[in-house]
């Protein structure tokens, strides 16, 4: 059964169309994790999905009924941007959402899965702004939905914390939640979501696993190196292109990019090949750094955002210093 | 029941994030003390035809309730409503079972409590200092709530208008101003020129300083009290409808 499906649904505001023929479909006790820049979309989705906004065209199921119909018990959200009362304790928020429930879980057992049993007399206002994020993140759970809907979750969290939710989400999957959740944490959703869906102009652009939108749209793995100069005399602005002409680089794709250089298809195992071409050609180098492809680059590529090289993020710091 | 508990839990909270605001309890119970203060024992109308009144202390004990029956809710929940959307707080609600007719119903007995106290002080007062013997019943306890839920649902409708917490106060304002002056309470309809008196029956705070001037002179609330009442049913519908989802 699918919990969540959407079907070319199209929302517009004024001349502006936030959704674009959106088309999508989670399975019960999947992840789905939704990913896209600012103005994607993704939050006028949720809303679609929620049934906190009417599409203009299309259909939307939640639990195999229309958002506003479903049973308001068996869905959670945490907005985004969500400002709840101040001046309320973090007990006394969660109570109060408890309080709409007529089944509603023991606000101190959520408190204790978001971490925050030490700060439950605290008020909200006086809460860190991670705590007050996981706070929020109780106020979604306080029903144990069936399905969760977490509009950016963790922004404002900090790492350790982020951890902690990740841990709480998983578990939460394993016991069969449906959760839908966007984030612009690549890594986030790389490592909580069964499949990931790109929003970009209000287009679903991919939808996939992590590993197959990588495979698809992520491009080849590469090494970056920042040139320091030329040990034979030559001017160091040539450094770069000196090492790009190296014959041991003759059967890879490589671009210079000012004091640096980009090669492309380098697996793991022919690194080296790139050091001898800078041996070769007698060219310094601050840093080399080997990178594969990852769910950023498949973003930045298929958004138009930036360049999936000079963005990406690096797996594994290879060297640093001079080569003599 | 399940209305009944949701309805607490709203009220519970809303209650509670309201009397830790220390500065808004006190002026809420300040203002209408140093209203009385004011015009009932320095500006009132004195010997030798001193003052601004014309009518004996007891006309415009209706008139200072008036003032927090409607300002109170007026500016709370309009303020409220646009706090709740700035927050995406209406969003989160949509989806729990607490209707928006639930909400408003909260928001508005916190608003009558808070009213209703502050009617007490405001009875103890122009009692204590103005010479006025109004007559307490429940007629005048009717209209306090009637009226207070009225322009909560007024005040929902204003932060439905209103773009900002600022924009809420500012419009709750200059709705609420006018009103208090031209709603029979603190100047006589004769003192009006005789084309405007008409216009007086429009304003719905008319009808509660009619009732509450019956009331507190101990002769019932009659007509007005049961057109407040409608009056509030149907302001407090249309608040509850104007309440946002999202957009």
Redesign the interface.
């Known amino acids: 059964m699918d919990a969540i499906v959407a079907r070319e649904v199209v929302k517009r505001y004024g001349s502006t169309v936030a959704l674009d023929g959106v088309s999508l479909s989670v399975g019960a006790g999947e992840v789905f994790g939704l990913i896209g820049p600012n103005g994607a979309g993704k939050t006028t989705l949720v ?1 679609a999905l ?4 009417d599409p203009d065209e299309g259909e939307v199921a939640l639990l195999e009924e229309s958002p506003r119909s479903v049973g ?2 068996r ?14 304790t973090a007990r ?2 969660v ?8 089944d509603a879980r023991d606000p101190d057992a959520v408190l204790a899965d978001v971490g925050l049993t030490d700060a439950a007399d605290t ?1 909200y206002e006086d809460l860190s702004g991670g705590q007050q994020r996981r706070a929020c993140v109780g ?1 979604a759970l306080v ?1 144990d939905p069936e399905v969760l ?1 977490l509009d950016e979750p963790t922004t404002g969290i900090d790492p350790a914390g982020r951890r902690a939710l990740w841990g709480l989400l998983e578990d939460l999957a394993a016991c069969g939640t449906t959760i839908l959740l966007t984030t612009h944490y690549m890594e986030e959703a790389e490592r909580l979501a069964d499949r990931v869906g790109l929003l970009a102009g209000g287009e679903l652009l991919a939808v996939g696993t992590p590993a197959e939108l990588i495979d698809e749209y992520g491009g080849e793995s590469r090494v970056e190196i920042e040139t320091a100069g030329q040990s034979t005399g030559a001017d160091a602005a040539d450094a770069p292109q000196l090492a790009a002409d190296a014959a041991p680089l003759d059967e890879y794709t490589v671009e210079v990019r000012g004091q640096g250089l980009v090669v492309r298809g380098v697996g793991p195992r022919e690194i080296g090949d790139v050091v001898d071409a800078l041996a070769t050609a007698s060219v310094e180098y601050e840093s080399l750094t080997w990178a594969e492809p990852d769910l950023e680059d498949v973003y930045l590529n298929l958004s138009g955002e930036g360049d999936a090289t000079s963005d990406s993020r690096p797996r594994e710091a290879i060297a640093g210093g001079d080569h003599q | 029941m ?1 209305r009944y ?2 309805v ?3 009220s ?3 209650w ?2 309201f009397v ?2 220390r500065v808004a309890v006190f002026f809420t119970f300040f203002f209408p003390a140093i209203l009385v203060v004011i015009f009932g024992a320095l500006v009132r109308t004195g010997a030798g035809g001193t003052g601004l009144f014309v009518r004996e202390a007891d006309y415009y004990v209706a008139g200072y309730l008036a003032v927090v029956v409607l300002q109170t809710p007026l500016s709370r929940v309009s303020s409220e409503v646009a706090r709740h959307r ?4 209406f ?8 209707t928006r007719a639930e909400w408003l119903l909260a928001q508005t007995l916190v608003n009558v409590v808070l009213v209703g106290v502050a009617a007490v002080i405001i009875l103890a007062l122009v009692t204590a200092s103005t010479g006025a013997s109004p007559a307490l019943s429940p007629a005048l306890a009717l209209a306090v709530a009637a009226g207070t839920a009225l322009f909560c649902g007024f005040g929902a409708l204003l932060g439905r208008l209103a773009d900002s917490q600022d924009g809420a106060i500012t419009a709750a304002n200059a709705v609420g101003l006018p009103l208090l002056f031209l709603s029979e309470t603190f100047v006589p309809p004769v003192m009006l020129p005789a084309w405007f008196r008409p216009l007086l029956s429009l304003s719905p705070l008319t009808y509660f300083s009619r009732a509450a001037r019956t009331a507190t002179a101990g002769e019932g609330a009659g007509i007005a009290l049961a057109v407040l009442v409608a009056l509030s049913v149907g302001f407090f519908l249309a608040g509850a409808l104007a309440i946002p ?3």
């Open positions: 809303r929620t049934g906190t906004t308001r018990d869905i959670g959200l945490l907005p985004q941007a969500f400002l709840p009362a101040d001046r309320l006394e928020l109570a109060y959402y408890a309080g709409l429930y007529d008020r106020t029903n809907f | 399940s508990a949701r607490r839990a709203a519970g909270a809303a509670r994030a830790r605001r700035e927050g995406n707080r969003e989160k609600l949509a989806t729990t079972p607490l989802r999202t957009d």
